[in-house]
Structures are given as C-alpha cells and as structure tokens.
C-alpha cells in the first residue's frame, strides 16, 4: 500500500514537472476547453498536446470528455487534500507569471472570439434597391 501511494505521488510530481503540461493546466483554470484550441494556443502540434494530456489524465489531473469528434479535458482536482492544496498554490503562483497569464489570453482570443460575418450572395440592401 505505501508503495502504490509513493507511485501515485511520483506520478503527480512528474507530471507537474513540464512546462508545456503546467502550461495545459493553467489553460484548464477557467474551465473546459476543447483540445482544438490547444495547440493553436501553445503553438505547438496536435501529437505533442495529445501526448501531454494523456500524461495528465494518467495522474488523474485532467478528465476528459468526448463531443461528437472533439475531446474536452477539464481539471480534476484530487480527492488528497496535501495534493489538492499543492496544486492551488500552483495556481495561484501562474497569476503572477507573466507567459501563464499571456497563455490565457491568447486561448480567449482563440477560442472565444465572435466568428467573422459570412456573407453569402447580395446584402439586404441591394436586394431591397432592385
């Protein structure tokens, strides 16, 4: 039993050692978000994002969810109140570092932007001219 909790805590700590996976995490601070917008946000590919958030949902930090073709991963806060305190502190720090807080931004801006106008054939102005 004490080994399989060292191994879960080896786990954690491990996937909390790269930057690209902190960086994913704080994405998820907000709420869902749709892999799609992973990798335009971090500017970075497909595989490598796929590749981190299977590490994260192996640590039980992320859960996923399947819509139609797309996946939505969201963080999952452990049920350890040691582990669950570490990763609000976590957090926290990421709102005084200023590439976490640049990543956010672009993610709204990429994820949230209001779609562009699509015009299709004439406007109601030149029909009502005709």
């Not at 909790?5 to 709420?31: C, I, P, Q, S, Y």
């Not at 490598?48 to 039980?60: C, D, F, N, Q, T």
């Not at 609000?88 to 931004?105: G, T, V």
Request: charge should be positive; hydrophobic fraction near 40%.
């Amino acid at each position: 039993m004490a080994l399989q909790k060292l191994a879960e805590f080896e786990l954690f700590f491990a996937a909390l050692a790269d930057k690209t996976r902190l960086r994913l995490l704080n994405l998820m601070r907000g709420g869902e978000v749709c892999v799609c917008f992973f990798a335009e946000t971090l500017d970075t590919n497909n595989p490598k994002v796929s590749r981190h958030l299977a590490y994260l949902k192996r640590a039980e930090l992320v859960a996923g969810r399947r819509d139609g073709k797309w996946m939505h991963y969201r963080l999952n806060k452990p049920p350890d109140p040691a582990r669950a305190k570490i990763l609000d502190d976590l957090f926290a720090s990421f709102e005084n570092d200023p590439e976490m807080q640049k990543d956010r931004k672009v993610l709204t801006k990429v994820c949230c932007a209001p779609p562009s106008p699509v015009q299709i054939g004439r406007t109601v102005r030149e029909l009502a001219k005709q």
